[in-house]
């Protein structure tokens, strides 16, 4: 029985782990319909997570379409199946590519920013002083990052999956010497709208992780500066893996036989 004992161990601390998470989340939307509300802390984490990450969801959308298309033509043109690179970079892109990629890059920028912040203001006892003037810590810091997660990520994965069918087209059309009519023609044959109603549904679960491991992990550091970086390594690394784990599973969902 000894040899179980560590993967019992393990497998109580994960769940362990998710308890804290739920109650967690639950602590944060416990007070979602009673007032005070903080419309303006909402505002400001949108324009925080969707301005400012369109710079680097634009340029990784943009070469990653631009990529998929010349990694398409070098392995169909040994089959002459050149055609078929249009319906593959904007499938590619609205199913997978898109909500994938803008979800790992915001986790970087976002996850690691929001772990960083509210982990300073838990380790300096700022969350302490809020709890002290009676407003609810998990309502004015957690919440309004939570519900700006869930709403901006579709957004820029939307302009994400836009500027990435754009890289391809002027990949195919520059380099390759496709004729643009064909082209577009196939993009637009064989897009359909739950391809790309699939991939904003990702955004929105992919948003909410993100946002959640990066209030999550800051709000429970520990031990001052180190502590925080700890933090921060943390919200990252675990929303990456939430990222891909509940693409694959939404995915099985979405297009299930």
Not at 173 to 189: M, N
Not at 195 to 207: E, N, P, W, Y
Request: glycine residues 10%; positive net charge.
């Amino acid at each position: 029985m000894n040899f179980f004992a560590p993967i019992g161990r393990v497998f109580l601390r994960f769940l362990a782990a998710v308890g804290r998470v739920v109650l967690f989340v639950w602590a944060c939307f416990n007070g979602f319909f009673r007032p005070p509300f903080y419309t303006k802390q909402l505002l400001r984490q949108l324009i925080e997570i969707g301005y400012y990450s369109l710079p680097v969801v634009g340029l990784t959308a943009l070469f990653t379409g631009a990529v998929l298309a010349l990694q398409s033509y070098s392995g169909f043109s040994r089959f002459n199946a050149e055609s078929s690179i249009a319906i593959v970079v904007v499938l590619s892109i609205t199913r997978e590519l898109g909500p994938v990629m803008a979800g790992l890059m915001v986790a970087g920028r976002i996850g690691a920013s929001y772990a960083a912040e509210i982990g300073t203001m838990r380790v300096t006892e700022q969350i302490d002083a809020l709890t002290t003037l009676s407003t609810d810590p998990h309502k004015y810091l957690v919440l309004p990052r939570l519900l700006a997660g869930l709403l901006m990520l579709p957004c820029l994965v939307l302009i994400a999956d836009i500027i990435g069918v754009f890289g391809g087209y002027l990949v195919s059309i520059h380099v390759l010497d496709f004729a643009p009519g064909p082209y577009l023609k196939s993009t637009f044959d064989f897009l359909e709208t739950k391809d790309v109603v699939s991939g904003l549904i990702k955004a929105s679960a992919f948003g909410f992780i993100i946002t959640l491991m990066g209030c999550y992990h800051g709000f429970h550091s520990r031990g001052g500066a180190q502590g925080v970086g700890a933090a921060t390594t943390h919200a990252v690394v675990s929303a990456s893996i939430l990222i891909l784990l509940a693409n694959y599973f939404l995915t099985a969902v979405l297009f299930a036989k």
